[in-house]
């Protein structure tokens, strides 16, 4: 696990967020907040309502390693509203793999049976 104090201080720096906005939405004093950038580790509800405050993900804090479980987290748009993260889970990307092979089957199907679908070429004749 990350030093969470150093982490939260280097995110508010180099983003240039206001420490007293980050302490007011975490309703904690700029002080409190001073000293909890020298804390490697805090309390689980205080740490999500600081990262809430600053915009960071609370799962940061964590060391996840590369090989196991894959996470598609990294879908991102930019919205009217803010940015929004899509994630698909484990389920929906096994379905989307299962959707990709059948379509691959189609696609050599088709290629074997001697059709020209999606083709303009018979559309004319």
């Not at 809430?52 to 940061?60: E, M, R, S, T, V």
Request: neutral net charge; contains cysteine.
């Amino acid at each position: 696990m990350k030093h969470l104090g150093q982490l939260l201080k280097k995110h508010i720096e180099t983003n240039h967020i206001k420490k007293r906005d980050v302490a007011g939405a975490a309703d904690i004093s700029y002080n409190y907040l001073s000293t909890l950038f020298n804390k490697e580790t805090m309390d689980c509800a205080l740490w999500e309502k600081l990262c809430a405050g600053a915009g960071l993900n609370p799962a940061i804090a964590f060391d996840i390693p590369d090989k196991g479980n894959k996470s598609y987290s990294d879908i991102q748009a930019h919205t009217v509203v803010g940015s929004a993260t899509v994630m698909i889970g484990a389920e929906q990307k096994t379905l989307l793999d299962l959707l990709a092979e059948k379509e691959r089957l189609i696609q050599v199907l088709i290629a074997a049976s001697g059709l020209n679908i999606g083709t303009t070429k018979g559309q004319d004749q």
